[in-house]
Nanobody
Framework: QVQLVESGGGLVQAGGSLRLSCAAS????????MGWFRQAPGKDREFVAA????????YYADSVKGRFTISRDNAKNTVYLQMSGLKPEDTAVYYC?????????????????WGQGTQVTVSS
């Protein structure tokens, strides 16, 4: 069993920055692909970024490329999402997710554990 707890959300003006953190408890953090997703009101949950368990490969949604950076610290069982150049359309609840062991990044059903989410609101 893996538990994920997000933190770092809040209210920020357009153009500002935030760093989200996701602390994981449980086994095999280093062997899990970690992802960030977001869900805006009335919309489906969408992929934001992922960090593969193997090789340090990262993946981003086109909408956040060049503005967001995902990183992980396996010693601390923590994954981060550094968000810069924030836009009002980035407003959403952001969720951290963990895959099963040794799973490569993939569609949403790759991820079997989810956090409760943290609200990010970007004002114009």
């Amino acid at each position: 069993q893996v538990q994920l707890v997000e933190s770092g959300g809040g209210l920020v003006q357009a153009g500002g920055s935030l760093r989200l953190s996701c602390a994981a408890s449980g086994r095999a953090f280093g062997s899990r692909t970690m992802g960030w997703f977001r869900q805006a009101p009335g919309k489906d949950r969408e992929f934001v970024a992922a960090f593969s368990w193997s090789g340090g490969t990262t993946y981003y949604a086109d909408s956040v490329k060049g503005r967001f950076t995902i990183s992980r610290d396996n010693a601390k069982n923590t994954v981060y999402l550094q968000m810069s150049g924030l836009k009002p359309e980035d407003t959403a609840v952001y969720y951290c997710a963990a895959s099963g062991p040794y799973q490569s990044p993939g569609p949403r059903n790759t991820y079997v554990y989810w956090g409760q989410g943290t609200q990010v609101t970007v004002s114009s």
